[in-house]
């Protein structure tokens, strides 16, 4: 038998928590209180438990009841076995039914039908599941006495499963089993620094171990580089976020600039035009200023002129010949 899922709705204090096994080693890791007993629990109440008197569901279930109200709680386990995948349900409180659903389709819902059947699929009696296999950890102080007093078939329950256990594996011996362990942990963790959880003698990946590698080490050596690799990205990610900065700041600075010689376009034009008039008047003032310098020597230059006509008239009468 396979355990392959586990449904309280409810259950303790979980309302409605469904949990799907993977096949190989499940582990149920979590705090104090996180609900762990109550899960193993529920377990081991769907398998081992029928009907239950009043005395009975008071000393076992009732501490289970929703603790914000209710007067049931519901159970659904999944397993499989060479015949194929079953499905218990179990309630109990004012309304208590079990339901079986066979591989075939079928369906138990006979208490003493159902037990019999679980009886016929489990790999061990009831009670050995109860007393030892599927004991709480309250419980483990008591396995020997129970053990002692059940007469011997839990003893030889545990032997024929350990017997078939190790048939189905093909005969393989303890000792061979664990040397194969522990080549594959060698192997696993060579040059691994478990106490540091790091490379031995700190070898990272600047200067990294070559020879005798482990998974685990070379695990975290790809890691490693994947991580150099991440950093580099996100420092030349940050470096094309620091040039869109400056280059969204120059095209703010251009836009501005745009929109300021758009408003002031035709002030711009004036400003040309003011330049071009303002040297056309200098030079107009130039020229006006040199005619203002030939008027005020023209009256001067005439008298002169008039003078040099009458003495050149003067001469010309005193060269006649007498």
């Not at 009732?62 to 397993?79: I, K, Q, T």
């Not at 194969?180 to 691994?192: E, N």
């Not at 107009?284 to 008039?306: G, I």
Request: with cysteine; net charge positive; aromatic share 8%.
């Amino acid at each position: 038998m396979i355990i392959t899922m586990l449904r309280v709705h409810p259950f303790g204090f979980f309302s409605d928590k469904e949990i799907r096994f993977m096949p190989g080693l499940n582990v149920v890791l979590g705090p104090n209180e996180a609900g762990k007993s109550t899960l193993f629990s529920a377990i081991r109440s769907s398998l081992l438990r029928t009907h239950l008197k009043k005395t009975e569901f008071d000393r076992l279930i009732a501490r289970f009841l929703p603790a914000g109200g209710g007067d049931v709680v519901r159970l659904e386990l999944g397993f499989t076995t060479p015949s194929g995948a079953w499905l218990l349900r179990r309630q109990w409180g004012t309304e208590a039914r079990s339901e079986l659903r066979l591989p075939d389709g079928g369906t138990l819902v006979d208490e003493e039908a159902i037990r019999e059947r679980l009886q016929e699929e489990l790999p061990a009696r009831l009670g050995t599941f109860w007393k030892v296999l599927m004991t709480g950890q309250a419980e483990l102080g008591r396995t020997m006495e129970s053990l002692r007093a059940d007469g011997g078939d839990a003893v030889c329950d545990l032997a024929d499963m350990l017997r078939r256990t190790v048939l189905e594996t093909g005969g393989v011996p303890v000792e061979a089993f664990r040397s194969l362990l522990l080549s594959r942990l060698k192997r696993s963790f060579q040059h691994w620094d478990s106490i540091h959880g790091g490379p031995e003698a700190g070898r990272g990946i600047e200067k990294p171990w070559k020879k005798e590698v482990g998974v685990v080490l070379a695990a975290w050596y790809a890691r490693e580089a994947v991580r150099a690799r991440y950093d580099k990205a996100v420092e030349y990610e940050s470096s094309l976020d620091a040039l869109n900065a400056r280059l969204r700041a120059v095209e703010h600075t251009a836009r501005t600039a745009e929109v300021f010689l758009s408003v002031n376009r035709k002030a711009e034009q004036d400003a040309r035009n003011r330049r071009t008039l303002e040297a056309q008047r200098a030079a107009l003032e130039l020229e006006q200023a040199d005619l203002h310098a030939v008027s005020r020597e023209w009256p001067v230059s005439d008298a002169r002129a008039r003078e040099i006509e009458r003495t050149l008239g003067s001469w010309r009468g005193a060269e006649r010949p007498l």
